[in-house]
């Protein structure tokens, strides 16, 4: 063999290796490093009111803990309505169960759950699994976490003997928890969901785009990789950890088996990770006479409450208004 022929050959062989190392670190590492951050988030967003607990807005509230329904242990406090020495849980105007989004506390619902307290209504706030306090392995983005949404519910009607109606009022990741909860639950006679998604497939592709979108900016020489089959890979490989098909993780078929009970749903108008059309199509999904759609002004996500303070509350009261209406109606010697 030549010295040429010899070179060729070395040449052919980092070539391969070096192949292989790429195929290796786009369609095994980066799917695997993405899945592990869905499903086993170790960070916290920091929030305003970390360390902040209902009473430093002036409001008695419990300490609790109360099981999920496939029996992991939640953390959370139990905000009965009224004020004084002896708030009465049974007499409020119905309960809310606050839910909020991923790598996040029951303190980023602490704003949303004071407005609440102030209309009349006792408040649940808690940990999802996996997040603040709680216990569990992994998250889910939702999924797994219907349980914990089913949980509060159950923990406030049978322990505290909490008013009805029961809305549940939630923060993306909280908001699809919410919508999955009530989709199997008829004690929900509510949603508020804030910024959430239309499915688990549409949520991975889509953030794979932003994803890639963000890292050819930051870096011009990354490959514009096509979604399939690393957006897929994360999807299953999620899934299959979590525990769920993805085609059972649709809340657009959520919405659907809620009917005919009422929605609110909301959008940030420029948000990029939940864009506004999400919450559209939800809302046309919905064939509730009461359900109600809010999009306000800005661009972060989940965070249309302190953006739009005013238009927000304003909204929040008349769904809740019809809602207790609706459920006073119906229950007329409750």
């Known amino acids: 063999m030549t010295i040429r022929s010899k070179i060729r050959t070395a040449v052919m062989w980092v070539l391969g290796i070096f192949v292989c190392l790429f195929i290796g670190f786009f369609y095994a590492f980066i799917p695997r490093f993405l899945v592990g951050i869905i499903t086993k988030p170790n960070f916290h967003f ?86 603040g306090q709680s216990g569990g392995a992994i998250a889910t983005v939702g999924y797994q976490e219907r349980h914990d949404v089913e949980g509060a519910v159950q923990f406030a009607l049978t322990q505290k003997k909490a008013s009805r109606p029961v809305i549940v009022w939630g923060v993306s990741m909280g908001a699809a928890a919410a919508l999955m909860a009530a989709s199997e639950s008829p004690d929900v006679a509510a949603v508020i969901s804030d910024s959430t998604f239309l499915n688990f497939r549409e949520l991975i592709r889509h953030h794979y785009w932003l994803f890639l979108s963000f890292t050819r900016q930051r870096w011009w020489w990354f490959p514009q990789l096509p979604a399939f089959p690393l957006a897929d890979e994360v999807t299953y490989c999620t899934a299959s950890r979590g525990n769920f098909k993805v085609s059972d993780f649709d809340l657009e078929k959520a919405v659907r088996n809620i009917n005919p009970r009422p929605i609110l749903f909301v959008a940030v108008e420029g948000d990029q990770r939940m864009p506004p059309w999400y919450a559209q199509t939800l809302y046309a999904d919905s064939n509730s ?46």
């Not at 609790?64 to 708030?87: I, Q």
């Not at 002004?297 to 809740?320: I, P, W």
């Open 289 to 334: 006479p009461e359900k109600a759609l809010l999009i306000v002004g800005g661009s972060r996500h989940g965070e249309a409450f302190r953006l739009a303070t005013n238009q927000y509350e304003q909204a929040v009261t008349q769904f809740l208004n019809r809602v207790t209406s609706a459920s006073s109606a119906a229950s007329p010697g409750r």
């Open 46 to 131: 920091h929030d305003l009111n970390d360390q902040k607990t209902p009473k430093d807005f002036g409001i008695e509230y419990q300490p609790v803990e109360f099981d999920s329904t496939d029996g992991v242990r939640l953390e959370g406090w139990y905000v009965p309505a009224g004020s004084g020495e002896n708030p009465s849980s049974i007499h409020a105007r119905g309960t809310i169960v606050f839910c909020h989004g991923l790598n996040r506390s029951r303190v980023e619902m602490l704003p949303e759950a004071v407005f609440a307290h102030n209309l009349g209504y006792n408040g649940v706030l808690f940990d999802f699994r996996h997040q």
